[in-house]
């Protein structure tokens, strides 16, 4: 048994994760949950995750949810693969501002872009600002690469990348030069090949 188990159901967010732990190249075992089935809604699921979702993380007597919690988390457990910013460089404040940009930003600009309100909400309430600059900041970024933080690679890209990735497959993010050559360059590494293997082996089987 792996000291790391991912509690996954493919597709969902639980991938992002999935492609973390790929990128880490440390063992880990997999507990799918069918969430047609509603088995994250399971007491003993909720148990782990209270809000019935996933993804979340077993890491010895540890367990974390959310995505991005759960990458910063092994970044940091595991610095040798590379993927972190460590205390004490000042780069890890910018570093830190990506991973939370994601499902702070990004991720609700663009479900309100999907769905949006029927009552403009006053200017300010909302936490991202709003849909054109959360996308034009990201833009900028991104553009600077290769990746976010320059040269290397880190799990702010596995976060911000699995949102621009889903965004632009279901169209929620504008199909701008700077996405797709980011996307691009992401899709090449093969960590992100092998887990989206992985879980199309998965769906396949469902």
């Not at 880990?28 to 782990?48: F, N, V």
């Not at 702010?156 to 980011?182: C, I, Q, S």
Request: net charge negative; hydrophobic share 45%.
């Amino acid at each position: 048994m792996a000291a790391l188990t991912l509690y996954h159901a493919a597709p969902s967010r639980s991938s992002i994760v999935r492609w973390m732990l790929e990128e880490l190249g440390e063992p880990y075992d997999i507990h799918l949950l069918t969430l047609t089935k509603g088995e994250q809604l399971s007491p003993d699921y909720r148990a782990i995750n209270p809000m019935g979702k996933v993804p979340a993380l077993r890491h010895g007597e540890a367990i974390i949810t959310e995505s991005a919690a759960i990458c910063t988390y092994l970044a940091d457990e595991f610095p040798a693969a590379g993927l972190n910013i460590p205390v004490g460089d000042p780069r890890r404040g910018p570093y830190l501002k990506w991973l939370f940009f994601a499902p702070g930003c990004i991720e609700p600009a663009m479900m309100d872009h999907a769905y949006p309100r029927q009552e403009q909400p006053r200017h300010g309430t909302l936490g991202y600002g709003d849909y054109d600059t959360v996308m034009d900041i990201t833009a900028e970024a991104v553009a600077r690469g290769p990746y976010l933080m320059g040269e290397q690679f880190t799990a702010a890209d596995v976060v911000v990348g699995a949102n621009l990735r889903w965004g632009l497959m279901f169209k929620l993010v504008p199909e701008r030069a700077e996405f797709t050559g980011y996307v691009a360059r992401l899709e090449a590494r093969p960590a992100l090949q092998r887990a989206t293997a992985l879980d199309q082996e998965i769906m396949a089987a469902s």
